[in-house]
Nanobody, 119 residues
Framework: VQLQASGGGLVQPGGSLRLSCAAS????????MGWYHQAPGKQRELVAT???????NYADSVKGRFTISRDNAKNTVYLQMNSLKPEDTAVYYC??????????????WGQGTQVTVSS
């Protein structure tokens, strides 16, 4: 399964970006999709997750600023990031937990997309 992320870039503090991540390949059903970020010298951390039913979970640092959503028909997850801060600067990775066509359960990562918040 491939996860293709896009939408990163350079934005000024207070600005917005929208990340997208599309899953493709031998997928029967996707359970949880999410976004994580990793800043230089730090561990990868949870940003937000969303279940197939639409239940969401956010890191405290992004609550009220970021919104995760998904289109189940397109196997795509989105992250709308508003009121961006310099501390949001990181590589953002999408993640999916899913059942394959043979009904085995697996988890994969996308390639990462850089988000830089700077004036």
């Amino acid at each position: 399964v491939q996860l293709q992320a896009s939408g990163g870039g350079l934005v000024q503090p207070g600005g917005s970006l929208r990340l997208s991540c599309a899953a493709s390949g031998s997928i029967f059903s996707i359970n949880i999709m999410g976004w994580y970020h990793q800043a230089p010298g730090k561990q990868r951390e949870l940003v937000a997750t969303i279940t197939s039913g639409g239940s969401t979970n956010y890191a405290d640092s992004v609550k009220g600023r970021f919104t995760i959503s998904r289109d189940n028909a397109k196997n795509t997850v989105y992250l709308q990031m508003n009121s961006l801060k310099p501390e949001d600067t990181a590589v953002y990775y999408c993640n999916a937990e899913y059942w394959r066509s043979d009904f085995s359960y697996s988890r994969d990562w996308g390639q990462g997309t850089q988000v830089t918040v700077s004036s």
